[in-house]
């Protein structure tokens, strides 16, 4: 499936998406984004990797698309026999997470970030593999999604724990509206437009399994686990 996508109308379905930037790398967006409060979904998101993978002691994890690394930081933490490592393809963001990353002073041996523009170019960590791939919000911004699945079919160990989590495409853009209101409606008005344009720009279910069908990689579970997000976890054959 291509992600191109053309237009909605404001007060009817959101039919297609709109595809958003790839990277964020405009210093203000990443600022933004380090600033506003994501604790919730974030430390949902891991509590999501524990109860979908309870048995876990992997020590290689790595968070694909790892922004100011919050998470990284959060699988570190909990976690601590594992290595984290941060990927992302926008210096900007790498610039917060090694500051986000050093006032964690337990952990910062434990937790690397490392520059990888997914789909653009080589992979940075070679042929090295990982016990558990994770990523979040990462999906609706690539250029070709089946970009990560390549990613983390190319990053993982034989096994390996998946979870990936990403917002789901509401039905009409006042729906969006609404999200954003409800979720970010104190954050800066520069967060709230690109909340926005990523919940536009969000896969729903059915087109995230077409994804995974194509790509043979279907061993992967999707659930639905809020009101504006989805997980897709398992392993890969
Ligand atoms: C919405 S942020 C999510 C950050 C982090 N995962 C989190 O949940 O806090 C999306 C991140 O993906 C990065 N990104 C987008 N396209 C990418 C690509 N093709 N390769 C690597 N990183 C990419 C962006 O630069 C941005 O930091």
Redesign the pocket.
């Known amino acids: 499936m291509t992600s191109s996508l053309i237009g909605q109308n404001k007060a009817t379905k959101v039919v297609t998406r709109i595809r958003e930037e790839?990277?964020?790398?405009v210093p203000l967006q990443?600022e933004a984004?380090a600033g506003a409060d994501?604790s919730e979904?974030?430390s949902n998101?891991v509590a999501h990797f524990a109860d979908k993978f309870p048995a876990f002691r992997g020590d290689r994890i790595l968070?694909?698309?790892?922004?100011?690394a919050?998470?990284t930081v959060r699988f570190a933490a909990r976690y601590p026999q594992a290595r984290v490592v941060g990927?992302?393809?926008?210096d900007a963001?790498l610039d917060i997470a090694r500051e986000v990353i050093l006032q964690h002073t337990a952990l910062a041996n434990r937790v690397d970030v490392r520059r990888?523009?997914?789909?653009?170019e080589e992979n940075p960590l070679g042929t090295e593999v990982f016990d558990a791939v994770a990523?979040?919000?990462?999906l609706h911004?690539?250029?070709d999604p089946l970009?990560l699945w390549k990613a983390i079919r190319a990053c993982t160990a034989p096994g390996a724990a998946v979870l990936i989590m990403d917002l789901i495409r509401p039905q009409s853009r006042i729906e969006a509206e609404r999200i954003v209101e409800k979720y970010a409606g104190k954050e800066t008005e520069v967060l709230r437009g690109?909340f926005l344009k990523?919940l536009l720009a969000a896969y729903r279910p059915a087109e995230i399994m077409e994804q995974l069908v194509s790509i043979n990689m279907n061993s992967l579970q999707i659930e639905v686990v809020s009101d504006r997000h989805l997980i897709a976890f398992g392993s890969i054959d």
């Not at 968070?63 to 100011?68: A, E, H, M, S």
């Not at 990888?116 to 653009?120: S, T």
């Not at 990523?135 to 990462?138: G, V």
Request: proline share 5%.
């Open positions: 790839e990277l964020m790398d990443a984004y994501f979904p974030n998101f968070d694909l698309g790892c922004g100011p919050d998470i990927l992302d393809g926008a963001m990888w523009h997914i789909g653009r990523s979040n919000s990462l911004h690539l250029r970009d690109d990523s």
